[in-house]
């Protein structure tokens, strides 16, 4: 399996990005897809989740500035980072829900 994360970089607070998540040896529609990060210091932690059946949950913080989504055709994961903020810094990560198959994590970084 492999997982093949891009779209990271620097920007200013109130900017935005999208990350990407290319799948490869997997049956990418058949599993749950999440993004996770974590800022230098702290824990990792669940950004978003997609289910199958494109139903997304997203983590308080995020909700309403970032949306997760899908392409089962071309079997790629998109995080869209709107209206970032300095506390958005983090090395973000996809992962294949209830595995572990991680990607390679693509830093984000918020100026003020």
């Known amino acids: 399996v492999q997982l093949q994360a891009s779209g990271g970089g620097l920007v200013q607070a109130g900017g935005s990005l999208r990350l990407s998540c290319a799948a490869r040896?997997?049956?990418?529609?058949?599993?749950?897809m999440g993004w996770y990060r974590q800022a230098p210091g702290k824990q990792r932690e669940l950004v978003a989740t997609i289910a199958r059946d494109h139903t997304t949950i997203y983590t308080d913080s995020v909700q309403g500035r970032f949306t997760i989504s899908r392409d089962n055709v071309r079997r790629t994961l998109y995080l869209q980072m709107n209206s970032l903020k300095p506390e958005d810094t983090a090395v973000y990560c996809c992962?294949?829900?209830?595995?572990?198959?991680w990607g390679r994590g693509s830093q984000v970084t918020v100026s003020s």
């Open positions: 992962n294949v829900q209830s595995t572990d198959h």
């Open positions: 040896g997997i049956n990418f529609r058949l599993y749950g």
